[in-house]
């Protein structure tokens, strides 16, 4: 199979249908024809999302869907078979819960926040956030 985009498939991630579960399924995908796998998002979320858009760690894919092994089986499954991944990633939807570590800082520390979401601050004090 070329890696022209002849036609997509998408797959819903969660723990009830993990990558896993999604590697088993891609021999049939790639039969029908089914060039591309488009994935919900698979980095860590709120334990038991069914839609991984509530993002508590951008660092790692969600355990709740096997993790960082799971993730590479499923990847080498994909070309195993000549399919390509198209993988839905959506920056601006973090989780505001306790589980988001960077929450928890920007909340307590404000701009003198410790992680990578300083950032943020320095980008609103020097107006390229308009």
Known sequence: MSADWVGSYRLQLHAGFTLEQAAAILPYLSDLGVSHVYLSPCLQAMPGSMHGYDV???????????????????????????????????????????????????????????????????????????
């Open 56 to 130: 508590t760690d951008p660092g790692c894919i969600s355990g709740d869907l096997g993790g960082e092994a799971a993730w590479s089986d499923f990847v080498g499954a994909a070309r195993a078979h000549g399919l390509k991944i198209l993988l839905d990633i959506v920056p601006n939807h973090m989780a505001s819960a306790e589980q988001n570590r960077w929450w928890d800082d920007v909340l307590a520390h404000g701009p003198s926040v410790s992680t990578r979401s300083s950032s943020i601050f320095a980008r609103m004090r020097s107006g390229r956030f308009a």
